[in-house]
Every structure is written in C-alpha cells, then in structure tokens.
C-alpha cells in the first residue's frame, strides 16, 4: 500500500534541516509520496522508518544511469503501464552494437556515426545513445583494445558485453570510471561481477530465463552491494519479450515484487527481423536497446517511434508563435494562418510544401490548441490575430491584405475582418485540399 | 517465488466476421474471424483471431495516389484487375482494400463504372475485401447502395462511416450484410458515440471495425497509438460499445518530408520502414487490420507477425 504525504510525514524527524535538498520535511513527504525521492537523503532516519517507508516510497522502478557527462542518460523511475495513464518519463537507451572482432576502422566508423549523427524533429535533437562492444573474440587483449579504441573517440555510454571476468577487467581498465553498463551477471558468476561493478561503481546488467530466477538474482546482487542493476530477460522470441516485460512493469509499478523494480535491456540484434526489436523494444518497456548499426530509413523511423512514444500525452507539443516561411515568398505571396499545435503546423507546412507555392505561415498562440479546440475554447480569437498580424510584422512584408483562415475558424471570419482591417478567405477544413485551395481560390 | 500478474479486466473484443466463402453464400476462398482477444495484444495464449491481417490498398483512380507508389507498381495502377491479383499472388497480402478514389472527382455521377469497379477487383482475387467509397454526402447513397449490391454475399467490410455521415453506408451494410469501418478523430469517447449511433439505426456490434484515425508516424502518432490503446483498455474492462476489433491506416505515410526528400535511391526504404513501424506499433496497440501501400511492406510485416503470434524466430543467440 502506497502511503499518503502526512502519514509519510509522521515517520519523518520535522527538523526541516534541508540536508535532503528540500525546504521542509513536509516537502520532502510530498515528494516521496509521489515516488520522486528517496528515503536515504534523509540523514536522521532510524532505520525502522527507513525500512517502512522503503518499501512503499521508493520508485517502483529503480533509476539508473549509465555513463558520465553530457551523453550519458538515465533510465527507470516510470509509474504506469500505458503513457495515456500519465507519460514516460525515459526514453530508452538505443547502442549500436560492434564486436571486437571487427577491424578497427569499422569499430572507428560506427563510434563516429554515434559521436556526430543527429535528426533534428519537432524541435528536439535525436540521437542514438552509444556503444554496445561484444567480447566475441574471447581474448581479454582484444576486448580491451576495442574499448579503448572507442573511448579514445568519444565520452559516449559504453555496454561491455562478456561473460569473461577477466576481459571485462581489463576493459574496465579504460573505461571503468565513465560507469559503463557490465553485461552480464548470471546465476553463475555474479559474486565475480558484482565485484567489477562494485570496485568501479558500474551498472550492471542480471540475466536470467525466468522472473524469479531474475528476482532472486537481483536480491543476490544487491546483497553484494550493487543497487544500479538492469535485467536482461533472456526472451525466446518476441512474443515472449511482450509477455515478459509487460508482466515485469506491471509487477513492479504495483510493487507486487519490489525485487523486479529494475530497468529492462534488451538486445533487438537476435531474432527475425531487427526493426520489430527495436520497435517493440520501444514500445513494451525497454530501457536499454542493443542494435547493430541501423540504415538511414530504420535509423530515423525508431527516432521518430522514440520520440512520439516518449512524449507528454498531458501537453501538447507547441511551435514558437511566428512568421514562417515557405520557400522565397515575395510580396504578393498568400499568408496563411493557423494555430501552433505542432501537428497542425507540420501537417500544414508538409502540404504547402508539396504545392511549391512560395507562401508564409503565421503560427499564432494557442497554448499548443488544435483550430478545432482553439477556437471552441476562444483561445482563438480576432485579437489574438490582430496581434500577431502586428507582432510579427506581417504588414511590412507583404503588399496585399488577404489572410487565409482555417476552414475550422470560418465562425471567427467577419470579426478578424474587422479587427485586423485585411480581407479574410477562409480555407479548406482538411490541409491535404490546401493545394487545390490555392490553385483556385488564391490565383483568382 | 512464482510471481502471478493479474490485469483487473474480464472483457474480450468482439467478434467480426470478414468475407465469405462459398459454404457461406459467397466467392470468398477464406473467411476471417477477427477480435476476440482477452487480453492486451500478443498475450493471448490462445488467440482466436488471425489478426494481425495485412491489407493493401489500391485505387480505382490513382491520379492522387503516392507518386511513390505509381513509379513502384508501374502500370499495375490503372488496372484494378491486375493491381488486385499482383496484391494477393505476387505481395501476399490478406486483404485488399479498394479506394473508389475516382469518386472524389467533382461532380462525379458514374455509379455504374463503380460498381464496375468493384466486380473487377472482386474476380481478380478472392481474398475478403474492403471498398472504401466516396466522401460526399451528395452521392453517397448512391454509390454504397451500389457497393453492396455488387458485394452482395461477399461480407465486405465498407468504409468510412463518421458522425456526419454514417446513414448512406449503414442502409447498405444493413440491406446487404456487410460489416463497415467506423471512423472518429483520434478520441476513445467520440469512437463510442458513433458505434451508439450505429447501433440505434440496427448495425449490430458484430458488424463495426473501429477505425481511430492514424497520424502518421512523427506526425501525431502518439494521439493514434493511445487512442488505440484506450479503446482496447475500455473494451477488455467492459465497455461493449467499444469492444469492436480495430482498423489502422496512415494514408499520410508516404507523402510525408520524410520519405519525399529521402535520397532518390533509398526512397522506397524509407517509405516501407516508415510504413513497418507505423503498422507495427499500431499492432501493438491493439489494430487487427493494418493497412499499407507499398508492396515491400507486406513482407516485412508478414514476418515480424509471424514473430508476436506464434513465437517463431528464435532469438537465443548466446
């Protein structure tokens, strides 16, 4: 049972020393109510309380992050099964695996790739997040040389994939500060890494082939002393990662079994067809994506999955409010607006510029409001108009007075016609007939 | 410890029959019961329905179809006859849905070249069908009322019912027996309002794929995938009128910025990729019928499906 802020509250010392980094014990209840602190940075706990509220206040999914700096990135701490139940918070981590059995150039190549490679959508800047080196040469000597190879590149996240302790430690030897991810600890020989994740303070990632092997094994580990785990599910298939990971958040978001409160890795490479790894990967659950290096279309269509799957369902993604531009647009260029809800303006923009009519659109404020909730709200309204028509200068730029409207916003018609002086055409409903729109109406 | 995950849900999504064979009363060589699932997609130990099913789409007038798709198909795309039969033999598809595209024209009022239409694809393969018709509710009675008499016995599955405009579609589902798509703007309470309004004009529930509207992947797919989602949700807690089996189809895909300024050579990837994970995602979600348009697409999908439905492609590596 989840405690509530003041019962939580009642267990706490009422100093409001703010050694924990909040203003007040009540604060810092309210946080850890709602799963967003740990009870440790409480310096005056007894150990008692401690353990009470542990258990029920602690992320149902550990945080863990792996590697340092700008490009490292942190995974875990999501609360909910479905994104429309709240949001997810971490994207998944995806590697791009190379094996140091490759030559040099080709591990050289790829680390490049990831180093430098971005796509720019919706504003956001995308990229892959790291390395994944696979010990299949089985030499300590080579593994460790691939590492340093990639490292001498680049401070990106690195996962060490071996089941031999001794090439992992002399990988380590390079890299061990920069908290790569160990890949992995069994049943077998988790006392061996747990070690190697504890002298460098290294995730590590426990594989086993059945929850409560999993379960057990990450109760072993963090008896050795290591928290930051990651699970590999061993899947058989892919209909069996789907079944596995869904009852995994599931048992861990109502912390039914505490013991499998871990982020999840997943290795899209094995198995049919890679792209459908990684988008289940993306989609049920996975922290951490292990691929081989990807083309330009699956490069960008697991992104862009990424990126929708990961965005806030409770806001709506927002354009900056403005003057933008298709094409060279002159002086007698037609002016179209509408609302900066980003679907809207990237929907419209895509069919404006398949007319290749040179035109401007100006995107007015709406909260991020499509036209159709926009203008039933009244956030969309003749002043919000007249001021953007103004605050953006569109008089200066253009020689005519015509605005083109949404054909959502027809009501609003008579009243931007007299707010703003310019004469109004409304548009279609639908941006696919905005071609069509322009041909006929606009060339009159 | 033995963990048992237990999901607080006892509904199931019903059933929808597509297609008919000859012991059935029509020309159909397979007939497809879709839904039925009790669970969240792909976690049915036993699942019933052959979903996910992979429909392609064709036009009857492909002057607004993808330039993408009218350079790969070639000439196929001004013969339904051979653009359907290339769809079942040559791109394995399960399904294939014809767009009536050539009522889209202004002013159309050749009803007898539609239903021409119709029969031409109807002899060119005997996959199940979907005919999606016109969007103009000046004609609209028209050209259903002539899509199901010719469909008659065949269990189409007619396309697109929409709150302002479902009766036209509904009288000949209704008179004919053909099951129809019913399409509301990405909201799980909208998609429920017009199954009731299907419903109290005689549409029985067995009888309606839900269509949430697709955006296309990187534009507005997320409002898609939860919508899916939700409505699936809703129907396994228990709410009938949202228990129908659903149908996703991003007709934006292939024109987007993407797959347009994709480099010349490595267009038709980026159309099928885009295409793949946009159906994939959608499967997850909770579609039994995802539609594409690029033949490339069908195969990858067939083989990733093979994957979630019964396991196969071993990923034990190590």
């Known amino acids: 049972m989840a405690l509530k802020a003041l019962d939580i509250y009642k267990l706490l010392p009422k100093k409001n020393c703010k050694e924990c980094g909040d203003p007040t014990c009540l604060t810092f209840a309210m946080k850890l109510a709602g799963g967003k602190a740990d009870v440790d940075l409480c310096p005056y706990l007894d150990d008692t309380s401690k353990t009470v509220l542990g258990a029920t206040t602690r992320p149902p999914i550990r945080l863990v992050r792996i590697g340092v700096g700008e490009r490292s990135f942190a995974v875990g701490e999501e609360f909910v099964l479905y994104r429309h139940e709240k949001t997810f918070y971490h994207p998944p981590g995806i590697l791009f695996k190379v094996s140091d059995a490759h030559i040099p150039d080709e591990i050289v190549s790829v680390t490049k790739r990831v180093r430098d490679e971005s796509f720019i959508r919706v504003g956001a800047d995308l990229r892959f997040n790291g390395i994944a080196i696979e010990n299949t040469s089985n030499s300590a000597d080579t593994f460790a040389k691939s590492v340093e190879t990639v490292e001498k590149m680049a401070d990106l996240p690195l996962v060490l994939i071996s089941p031999n302790a001794d090439a992992l430690t002399a990988a380590l030897a390079h890299c061990g500060t920069y908290r790569p991810l160990i890949h992995a600890a069994t049943n077998k020989n988790f006392k061996e890494m747990c070690a190697l994740a504890k002298q460098h303070g290294c995730p590590l990632v426990i594989k086993a082939r059945h929850l409560d092997e999993l379960g057990q094994l990450a109760k072993d580990c963090t008896a050795e002393g290591v928290q930051d785990l990651v699970m590999d599910l061993s899947p058989a298939s892919l209909r069996d990662f789907i079944s596995l990971s869904t009852e995994i958040r599931q048992l861990a978001i109502t912390r039914t079994a505490p013991d499998l409160g871990y982020p999840v890795y997943f290795d899209a490479t094995a198995g049919g067809i890679q792209d459908a790894g990684i988008a289940i990967g993306i989609l049920k659950y996975a922290s951490v994506i292990v691929t081989n290096p990807l083309l330009p279309s699956s490069a960008k269509a697991a992104l862009t999955l990424r990126q929708n799957v990961y965005t806030d369902p409770q806001k709506p993604i927002q354009m900056n409010p403005g003057l933008y531009r298709i094409g060279t647009p002159g002086k007698d260029a037609p002016v179209l607006m509408t609302v900066n809800f980003s679907l809207t303006f990237f929907t419209l923009e895509g069919y404006l510029e398949s007319t290749r009519i040179p035109c401007f659109m100006l995107i007015v404020d709406t909260e991020g409001l499509s036209v159709l909730t926009a203008v039933a709200s009244g956030k969309l309204n003749e002043i919000l108009v007249r001021d953007s028509l103004i605050k953006f200068g569109v008089e200066s730029e253009v020689s005519h007075r015509n605005l083109i409207i949404p054909g959502y916003a027809a009501p609003l018609s008579g009243r931007i016609e007299e707010a703003t002086g310019w004469k109004v055409l409304v548009g279609p409903r639908d941006a696919a007939e905005i071609g069509e729109f322009l041909n006929e109406e606009w060339k009159k | ?318």
């Open chain 2, 1 to 318: 410890m033995g963990f048992n995950v237990r999901f607080d849900w006892t509904g199931s999504i019903g059933e929808v029959i597509l297609g008919a064979t000859k012991s059935d009363g029509g020309t159909r060589r397979v007939s497809y019961r879709i839904g039925g699932g009790t669970t969240l997609p792909f976690l049915d130990k036993n699942p019933s329905s052959p979903a996910p099913l992979i429909a392609f789409e064709i036009c009857d007038n492909p002057v607004l179809w993808p330039p993408i798709i009218r350079n790969y198909c070639g000439d196929q795309v001004n013969n339904i006859q051979e653009w359907a039969k290339a769809a079942d033999t040559t791109y394995g598809a399960d399904m294939i849905r014809l767009y009536l595209t050539s009522t889209r024209q202004r002013n159309f009022s050749d009803i007898p070249a539609v239903g021409k239409a119709v029969e031409t694809a109807l002899s060119a393969t005997s996959l199940p069908l979907i005919i999606e018709g016109s969007n103009d509710p000046k004609i609209d009675s028209d050209i259903f009322q002539k899509c199901g008499e010719v469909g008659q016995g065949e269990r189409l599955l007619l396309g697109t019912a929409e709150a302002s405009r479902y009766r036209s579609i509904a009288a000949a589902a209704l008179a004919y027996n053909h099951a129809l798509i019913a399409q509301s703007p990405i909201d799980v309470n909208l998609a429920k309002q017009l199954n009731i309004l299907l419903r109290e004009i005689g549409i029985q529930r067995d009888h309606i794929v839900i269509d949430p509207y697709t955006g296309t992947l990187g534009y507005g797919f997320e409002y898609s995938y939860s919508a899916m989602e939700r409505i699936r949700f809703s129907a396994l807690k228990g709410d009938t009128d949202l228990a129908m089996p659903m149908i996703c189809s991003a007709p934006d895909t292939l024109t987007i910025k993407e797959v347009r300024e994709a480099d010349l050579d490595g267009q038709d990837d980026m159309a099928v990729k885009w295409e793949f994970y946009t159906s994939l995602a959608a499967a997850v979600a909770g579609a039994e019928i995802v539609c594409v348009r690029h033949p490339k697409t069908i195969g990858m999908l067939k083989l990733a499906f093979a994957s979630l439905k019964n396991g196969t492609g071993s990923m034990e590596v190590r």
